[in-house]
Each structure stands twice: as C-alpha cells, then as structure tokens.
C-alpha cells in the first residue's frame, strides 16, 4: 500500500505503555514514510507486542529515536489514543470497535459534508449546539422514547425544542420480539400539539426480510391517520451484546434489509432517513447502496470527523430540556 501506517501506529501503543511504566516517551522518527498497512486492518494485542519490538529493533538499528513532544502533551493534556490516531491520519476513519482500532480509508466516490467546526456554536449553560455558516442556521430537537416516561410537550416546546423523532417501534436484540413503544401515539399527539415537527423512528434487529417488512407494516399502521413532518428513520444499530441476533448479518445483507424497510416506507408516501454511528456507516453497511437516503448521524465529539453527508447530527445522549425528566438525545437539523 501507498500509505505508511503500522509502525507508526504501534509506536502510539508504544507510548501508552510507556508513559503508565516509567513516564518516558520514545518513538521512532520518520516511521509514516517506512511502515505499510492495508486498508481495513486491524490489529490484536499480541499482533501490537510484536511491531512494537519490530519497531523498537528498527529505530535503535537507524539512529533514529526522538521524543515527539506535541504527540506526549496531546496524551498527557487527556487526548484518546483514537484522537490522536484521528488527526495523524486524516485519510482514514479510525473506528474502535471489537477492541481494535479499525482504519478504514475514506471512500472518494461518495458525496462530502462541508460542515466546519469554526461554524459550530456551544451553549455554557445549556450545553446545546447550534450552527450557522451564513446561509444554514440548525434546527434544535430531540428524541425520545417510552424510556422518557411522560413528557410535559408544552414545557418542551417553550425550552426551544422544534422538532422531535419518537421511537414507534423496537425490536428485540435477543429474543426478536416486536413491540411497540407504548408512548408512541401519546407522544405524536402531544409533540404536534404543541407546534414541535414530528418524524418516528424504528429501532430494527431483524434478520431477514420477512422480519422487515413486519416492521414497517407495524410502523404505517401506527401512522394510519397521522401527518407527519419529518421522516420515518430506520436505526439499524449495533447492540453490544455477543448474542445479539443481527450479530450474523453480512455488511450486504444489512444493507439489503435497510433499503427494503426504506423502499416500503416510501411505496406509502412517507420521507425516509438511516440512522448510523461510525462504526455502522464505515463497517456495518455499504453506503455505496444507500446514496439515495438521507442520514441522521450518531457522534458524541465536538467535531465533524465524519466525512460523508448527513442532514441531522445526534451530538449527545444526556441532555436536558424542560418537560422531560431525566437525560434525553439532542440533536440539529443541518441542512436547509
């Protein structure tokens, strides 16, 4: 490959080490021109005690050990070993997942966002995001679901909040077993009442198409009779448990599964979005298949590392709004 990448990678590791036994950092210089790595590998710890003697034999036999001083700073300052792989490696997405570091590179082929994070704005006090370029000025919602209990609509709507995606329908991990957000309808009803944009979404582990297309005749069901301004979003979402059941789906069945859902929703006249992570939009789906949607991004950092379009960014799971107790999802809507 054209890109130097794994003996500057274990390096990092390296120093993490280091820095816990004795709180000295060495790496060895001018590694990213030397080491070789193929796009989409990964690396187990033993795989990483190996390159590290590897690099260590390699640097002492050049002369060539320094101290990276702003590399040092950046670990010591609290940067994450993944942040700092981020920013020395801007032609990939790292994505720790399954206790690796996953380095897969950027596809050219699919369209970019343009969002700058100079552009983005925090609230002291509330914590909230905004964004605003000139032309583009965000939209403040939420999500919600039955785990929010009852929902004071008037108070949220007073706090600013202008839309909101309700949970319609979930789907059992391990057992498989549909059911239906019991505060659904109340909170549709309750959200349009007090003037919020209302979309739903569906939290999908099926396994096969019989499965989805169970869940999105279950969703138009529910909808029967409502108007809705937002889309209907299918979250196919990663469950960390080993015996998660959507666990055996290859990256084209997932794919397969989410434009069947997507496709039937549409057949009824409803706008559709994907809700992904990063590591469900850069290892678990082929987004190459699914250009046609529009996308609702899941990411928790204060910065638009993610690369490809979306019109709707998660930004934290603990937010806070008048009207509901407890922790809620905040998001912004980006786009016009």
Not at 12 to 36: F, K
Not at 77 to 106: C, M, Q, T, W
Not at 134 to 162: K, L, M
Not at 247 to 273: C, H, P, Q, W
Request: glycine share 8%.
């Amino acid at each position: 490959m054209r890109r130097a990448f794994r003996y500057f990678l274990v390096s990092i590791l390296s120093i993490i080490l280091t820095l816990v036994a004795v709180g000295v950092i060495y790496i060895v210089a001018d590694t990213h021109n030397r080491i070789q790595v193929k796009t989409g590998k990964s690396y187990t710890s033993e795989e990483v005690e190996a390159l590290i003697e590897e690099a260590k034999e390699e640097g002492i036999d050049q002369g060539k050990i320094s101290v990276l001083a702003n590399l040092k700073g950046s670990l010591e300052d609290g940067s994450s070993v993944i942040a700092v792989l981020k920013s020395f490696y801007p032609e990939y997405i790292v994505v720790a997942a399954n206790n690796r570091y996953n380095f897969v590179e950027i596809d050219d082929s699919l369209a970019k966002n343009d969002y700058k994070v100079e552009n983005l704005s925090v609230d002291e006090t509330t914590g909230r995001y905004s964004y605003s370029d000139g032309q583009t000025v965000s939209r403040f919602g939420i999500d919600v679901s039955s785990h929010q209990g009852d929902i004071d609509w008037e108070a949220v709507a007073a706090d600013g909040v202008e839309f909101v995606f309700v949970r319609a329908i979930y789907r059992g991990y391990g057992t498989g077993k549909l059911m239906v957000d019991e505060k659904c309808v109340e909170n549709i009803e309750g959200a349009q009442a007090a003037g919020l944009d209302v979309g739903v979404y569906v939290f999908s582990q099926a396994i096969n198409e019989a499965e989805v297309v169970e869940e999105a005749a279950t969703v138009l069901n529910i909808l029967d009779g409502y108007e809705l301004q937002l889309p209907v979003v299918f979250d196919v979402e990663k469950v960390a448990a080993k015996d998660a059941r959507t666990n055996i789906l290859s990256v084209d069945e997932r794919t397969n599964l989410t434009k069947v859902f997507l496709n039937t929703i549409e057949g009824a006249g409803y706008d559709t979005m994907i809700y992904h992570n990063t590591e469900m939009g850069a290892m678990l789906l082929d987004l190459n298949q699914l250009t046609d949607y529009k996308k609702w991004f899941a990411g928790y950092n204060q910065e638009f590392y993610w690369p490809y379009e979306f019109d709707l960014w998660q930004y934290t799971e603990s937010g806070h709004v008048n009207g509901i107790e407890g922790s809620v999802d905040m998001d912004i809507w980006l786009k016009p």
